[in-house]
C-alpha cells in the first residue's frame, strides 16, 4: 500500500520521525510527502531543503515530493483547512487504487492494521459539546443527511482526533460528485466561499455555523451513505511526541501526536532521535516559526 504524509515547515523534523516510525513499521519502498508550499513565507528554500534533508536522512527511501500550490487555493486563509482540503483530493497528488495518509507530527509506537476501519477516540464531552455540534453541521450539510455524527454502543465518538486513514481513488471521487450535486457546485470553491463569509469558522460559536472535519466527513460518507459496514476500533489519542511513555499510558500506545511546532520541542530532543541537525537548517526553521508567530499577531 502507498504511504503519504503531510507536512509543513513548521513540522519539518516531526515529520523526520514521522518518517522514521513509517519506515520501521510499514518498510514501504516510496513514500509521497505532500508540502505546504504555500506556508513557506520567509523559508524561500523550504521545500528543496526539506527535499535534501529527508533524502539524507532516509536515502535507501524514495520519496515523492508534491506541492500543495498544485491544487488552486490560494486564497484559502489558514494552513489547517488547506491540509483538510488535500486529503479530500488526495486522489489527485497520489498514483493506485489506495493509500495510507498520515499527517505529518504522527509517530507510530507500533504496527496497526489500519486498512478497512474506521479509527476513531472516545469523547469525554458528550454529543452536546459545541464542537461536536458544529463538526455534525458540517457532515449533515455537506452530504445532505440527518446523522452527522457516528456512535459507539450509543454513545458519541470522534474520529477527527485520529490523523491517519486509509482512503481509496474511489470513495474520494464518490464523496465528492455526491458534494458537488447537492450544492451544484465544485467542492473547493464551495469551501473557500464558506470560510470567506464565515460559514465555516474555527473553534467558536455560535452552533448555527460549521466547523471543517475533514475525517467526520469521510466517515459520515462511509457509514451513513455507502452504508460500509466498517469496524470501528478505538485507538486512543496522539500522545505527546516529545514524552516518554510511562505506567500512565493505556496500553499498548499506537501512536503519539504533537500539536506543537518543532521549535517548541526543541532541537536538543530531535537531535536525540534522528541525530545531529545542521545548525543552518534549525535556524532557518527557528526563524519561520518566529516571522509566522509574528504575522498571526
Known amino acids: 500500500m502507498k504511504i503519504a504524509l503531510l507536512t509543513f515547515p513548521g513540522h519539518t523534523f516531526q515529520t523526520t520521525l514521522s518518517v522514521k516510525s513509517v519506515i520501521k513499521f510499514y518498510q514501504p519502498e516510496s513514500i509521497y510527502i505532500l508540502v505546504d508550499d504555500l506556508a513557506s513565507n520567509t523559508w524561500k528554500t523550504y521545500t528543496q531543503d526539506l527535499s535534501l534533508w529527508l533524502t539524507s536522512c532516509f536515502p ?73 455540534q458544529l463538526h455534525a453541521n458540517y457532515v449533515k450539510q455537506l452530504l445532505g443527511i440527518e446523522q452527522g455524527h457516528l456512535t459507539v454502543n450509543g454513545e458519541y465518538v470522534a474520529t477527527s482526533p485520529v490523523p491517519f486513514r486509509v482512503l481509496s481513488r474511489t470513495m474520494l471521487q464518490g464523496l465528492r460528485d455526491l458534494i458537488e450535486s447537492n450544492h451544484r457546485g465544485n467542492l473547493l470553491k464551495l469551501h473557500l466561499q464558506w470560510f470567506r463569509d464565515q460559514t465555516i469558522i474555527a473553534y467558536e460559536d455560535p452552533p448555527t455555523r460549521m466547523i471543517m472535519s475533514e475525517w467526520e466527513l469521510i466517515e459520515g460518507f462511509r457509514h451513513h451513505v455507502l452504508k460500509e459496514q466498517l469496524p470501528m476500533i478505538e485507538v486512543g489519542s496522539g500522545y505527546p511526541i516529545d514524552k516518554p511513555i510511562n505506567g500512565w499510558f493505556p496500553e499498548p500506545v499506537v501512536y503519539k501526536h504533537s500539536y506543537q511546532r518543532d521549535l517548541s520541542i526543541g532541537k536538543g530532543f530531535f537531535e536525540g532521535q534522528i541525530g545531529s541537525i545542521p545548525n543552518e537548517l534549525w535556524n532557518i526553521a527557528a526563524h519561520w516559526q518566529t516571522e509566522y508567530e509574528l504575522n498571526k499577531q
Not at 507510530?108 to 459539546?129: H, W
Open 60 to 132: 535507501n527511501t524514495t520519496f515523492i515530493f508534491k506541492l500543495y500550490s498544485e491544487l488552486d487555493f490560494e486564497d484559502c486563509p489558514a494552513g489547517w483547512w488547506r491540509a483538510q482540503l488535500i486529503k479530500l483530493y488526495s486522489d489527485k497528488f497520489i498514483d493506485g487504487d489506495e493509500w495510507l495518509l498520515i499527517d505529518g507530527d504522527i509517530v507510530f509506537e507500533r504496527v496497526a492494521s489500519l486498512k478497512n476501519i474506521t479509527p476513531y477516540t472516545c469523547r469525554t464531552m458528550g454529543q452536546d459539546s459545541a464542537v461536536a
